[in-house]
């Protein structure tokens, strides 16, 4: 297929990978500390992950389907990568197109109206979300065409200095720049969500500053809980909780742990420490999935893109240290999200708080941000009508 040539093509670089294939083990979770009838609560909650990349990379449907297994509602793809070429945007979201219009299990999604139908069709919502701004291309406009197209999530920034911010393993961090405070405004005015994870500090403080609604850091954990560069002090986190936004905990390996094997008493850590940082209504999910992950690729490809990443500059060691890279014990692939709301349940949250870290606080920041009012007047004004 000619779109997932040049996708894998261009995004390894030729590795010769000739399609990603699933290696998936089976896991023994005996042993994990999951609450008695946690699946009931599970299959009634809206849950939402706030970041994957892993369909966008591998182009596989099967992966989009693990989403649905482990009982997510709505999907965050990822569909800008790091290498700097908005073509790669475009196929992406190409790719996504079909399989949505082709499979009655997956449908896109614009509002939270959208996520409501998709939870009680029992499909899976997707919509789309940019790390790289690489496709905007320095073009205020370009925001509306691509909140046409599906995308509610934007970064200003991947790791490295951009047109309109700075990077968070940028050697200095300046804070954004003109055109960066008039995208953030662009973004403001599109209903597009402002993302500031893999954002410089200074930069992040500078975009939440100039937000007019709440911003969030999608996938991004605490440095005060593991030492890594990628990860944010508490005086960012504080900062997106005051400004009415959300953290998403990462499961990516290095960001929840120092050991290679990360275990779900490391996750909790993470949530346990952000959640009395930021308070209960300021955490969510941001599991970060990557085609990376162990069972997915084989390890010498893995190795070959990690090594491409490090040389091009788009990750820096200190930050991602090599493969392979294991998931937290319990939620090693989405298929098995759901054992995280029984970790969480048994780990003492109760039924109302593992609701909003699941999904309900991503729900909050979406309506504020992506639901326009005006049209929910109209919807309220028509609803009356008809009743009366």
């Known amino acids: 297929m000619r779109i997932k040539a040049t996708i894998i093509g261009m995004l390894f670089l030729a590795f010769n990978l000739g399609g990603v294939t699933a290696q998936t083990e089976a896991y023994d979770h005996s042993k994990l500390k999951l609450a008695d009838g946690f699946m009931d609560l599970h299959k009634n909650l809206v849950v939402v992950d706030g970041t994957i990349t892993l369909a966008s990379m591998s182009q596989n449907a099967e992966h989009i389907q693990w989403f649905k297994e482990g009982g997510v509602t709505v999907a965050s793809m990822s569909v800008s990568g790091p290498p700097r070429n908005p073509q790669i945007t475009h196929d992406i979201i190409t790719w996504f197109s079909e399989q949505i219009q082709t499979n009655d299990d997956f449908v896109l999604i614009r509002n939270t109206s959208d996520i409501i139908k998709a939870k009680k069709e029992n499909k899976l919502g997707i919509f789309y979300h940019f790390q790289s701004p690489v496709p905007l291309q320095e073009n205020l406009e370009s925001v509306w065409f691509y909140k046409a197209l599906g995308v509610g999530l934007v970064q200003l920034a991947y790791n490295k200095r951009s047109p309109y911010a700075n990077g ?15 995208m953030v405004k662009a973004l403001n005015e599109a209903r597009i969500i402002v993302d500031v994870a893999h954002t410089g500090e200074k930069s992040a403080l500078d975009i939440i500053e100039a937000s007019g609604e709440p911003v969030v850091l999608s996938h991004g954990n605490a440095i005060a809980v593991v030492d890594n560069p990628r990860n944010v002090s508490d005086k960012l986190l504080k900062a997106v909780a005051k400004n009415g936004g959300i953290a998403g905990v990462a499961a990516y390996p290095p960001f929840i742990s120092k050991s290679n094997r990360p ?21 969510a999910l941001g599991l970060d999935y990557d085609a990376t992950m162990h069972g997915v690729m084989p390890d010498k490809e ?14 820096d060691a200190k930050a991602y240290p090599p493969p392979p890279y294991y998931y937290p014990e319990g939620i090693e692939q ?16 109760n039924q109302s708080e593992v609701a909003k870290l699941m999904g309900g606080n991503w729900m909050r920041v979406m309506k504020e941000v992506w639901d326009d009012p005006k049209a929910e007047e109209v919807h309220t004004k028509e609803k009356e009508m008809l009743e009366h």
């Open 302 to 315: 893995v190795q070959a893109l990690y090594d491409f990443y490090v040389s091009s500059g788009t990750w």
């Open 263 to 283: 275990s779900m008493d490391d996750m909790l850590k993470m949530i346990d420490y952000m959640v009395k940082l930021m308070g209960i209504d300021h955490v």
């Open 168 to 182: 968070a393993t940028e050697r200095i961090d300046g804070g954004i720049s003109e055109l960066g405070i008039d």
């Open 334 to 349: 989405p298929n098995t999200i759901y054992n995280l709301t029984g970790a969480l349940l048994a780990h003492g949250y």
